[in-house]
């Protein structure tokens, strides 16, 4: 009766240490949120969604273009991080035996640890001032009609450095997804006669297509609210979106430059761009949660 009862003691401790631990972690997440709920919302308007940034003290200034900035450079961010962290996810998960993949896994364990900050900068003497180019002694590299060189502060130059923080995270979650498929599904697969690369696309990515999106969710969650790096490669815009090449705007800009700004109107469309970027974040996951578990569901 003694051990039973120590057990259900020492049970009790630890369950009670962890409902402490995880209260503690939330007071000051809470506290955020409530704070920027509360400042966001009294300074909600339609005006504000619609309306181009103004002079400080000139009322009826907007932060539309921060939102068009970021869904664009978001949306490039993706088409060029996701593919490339699904290949290196699919080629360290299915080709185990290659020898490569000791030397990819380290330098995606070691990429995933960089600072944005790091990453802003990497793009910033590599593409936007164009250091390499000058390492070549050439202005810029031509491949029949497109031609590369120094871009300057770019909305391209800032999805590069979005990408770049994607890849690590996808490539990380998807391996550890196409892990989780059973090895006697790609057997079954294989013995019936398809080749290693069906059996990869066809099986192993199908199986595993809920976790490859949720890797999707949590490397959007966490581009979307990053302002390091396009502080070295976007530096902001007040203006619409005009080109790949030209300078943009984003919500991280707008909460990191307005909210250290003396002008009260100005901190306040801070506290509104900040509830934006967290509902668009929350209504991203939960939207694609619904569609992983109506349209996925086995």
């Known amino acids: 009766m003694r051990i039973p009862s120590l057990r259900r003691f020492y049970d009790l401790i630890f369950v009670s240490i962890c409902v402490i631990a995880f209260i503690l972690a939330m007071i000051p997440l809470a506290w955020i949120l409530i704070e920027i709920i509360i400042n966001g919302i009294s300074a909600f308007s339609i005006q504000l969604l619609t309306n181009l940034p103004r002079p400080a003290g000139v009322p009826g200034g907007g932060i539309a273009n921060y939102i068009q900035g970021t869904i664009i450079l978001v949306a490039i961010a993706s088409l060029i ?14 080709f185990k035996e290659h020898k490569l993949v000791p030397i990819v896994r380290f330098f ?38 497109i031609c590369l060189g120094p871009m300057g502060f770019s909305a391209l130059a800032g999805s590069i450095s979005l990408a770049l923080l994607m890849i690590p995270i996808v490539s990380k979650s998807v391996e550890e997804s196409l892990n989780l498929v059973p090895v006697s599904i790609k057997e079954a697969a294989l013995a019936l ?45 007040y203006y619409w979106f005009s080109g790949l090449f030209d300078r943009i705007g984003a919500l991280p800009l707008a909460i990191f430059t307005y909210g250290i700004s003396p002008f009260e ?17 929350l209504f991203l996951n939960i939207g694609l949660k619904i569609l992983i578990r109506r349209r996925f569901a086995w």
């Open 193 to 237: 006669g398809m080749s290693r690369w069906r059996t990869v696309f066809s099986i192993s990515i199908s199986y595993a297509r809920t976790g490859i999106l949720l890797a999707y969710i949590l490397a959007l969650s966490r581009i979307a609210g990053e302002a390091a790096p396009l502080l070295l490669t976007v530096l902001g815009s």
């Open 265 to 281: 109107d100005l901190r306040a469309q801070a506290w509104v761009a900040s509830l934006l970027l967290i509902l668009a974040i």
């Open 81 to 94: 991080g996701f593919p490339f962290g699904l290949f290196i996810g699919v080629f360290l998960s299915e």
């Open 108 to 145: 995606v364990d070691v990429f995933a640890e960089f600072p944005s900050i790091v990453i802003g900068i990497f793009v910033y003497v590599i593409l936007v001032r164009g250091e390499i180019f000058e390492l070549f002694g050439v202005q810029s590299i031509c491949i029949g009609a």
